[in-house]
């Protein structure tokens, strides 16, 4: 789940919608429709946090602070459980598709690649990875530059939907937050594209239990949070 500060409330963004919107930008993307991967390459950025569905269904609860934990600081058992499921959910539609996503989580948590409790799933991913691309008919070279698109895209997207107003970057784009939406250097589209994710808004409050914040999750109504992705030059 990501949650996001609004104010006097929190917005509730699951990771799958988070992972709609990452594919929305990616058919954007300038030049990307005569990518001859094109279909795998954005299967794997609409479905590479699949594996986060049952969680977010449930919302993992933090007992201790009588609140929900988001992706970032979820329990490490917690993060690791996700890409096992993720990838092989996907393995049986795309080999490739999920190739790529195996990659990714490889490289978002190549923070913890020296912690010995990472160990088993770092040595798992990478052979999944290799496996799903073997089986795939597909290089090390396409999967590198293939998994440019869908770690920016994610990049992009997680910007937006975390309302981050610092400069992330990934493979040389950077990308910034601000009022409108999210701010790309350079920019990978060749105009100003529409951001929307759904939300649930919720009381920045302590709930009692996991069954309390569930309840208040599922009262709240939806809405669309709006904003445009673009190059400094249109800011």
Known sequence: MIIRR?????LFIT????????ADLLAQWTGFGNHPRRDAVLLAAREHDNGWRELDEEIVFDSAAGRAFDFMDAPDPVK??????GVDRLAAASSYAAALVAQHAIAVYDSHRDEPGWTTF??????????????AGRTPEELDGDYLYLSVA??????FCNGWRDSRERFAIRAQGDERGVVITPSPFDRAVPLRVRARRLADRRYASAADLRAAFEDAPLEIIEGDARGPAAS
């Open 15 to 22: 990771q799958p919608d988070h992972a709609r919107l990452a």
């Open 6 to 10: 609004d104010g006097k409330s929190l």
């Open 80 to 85: 690791q459980s996700v890409w096992p499921r």
């Open 122 to 135: 770092f040595d798992a991913m990478r052979q999944r990875r290799d496996d799903l691309r073997v089986a």
């Open 154 to 159: 994610d990049l992009l997207s997680l910007t």
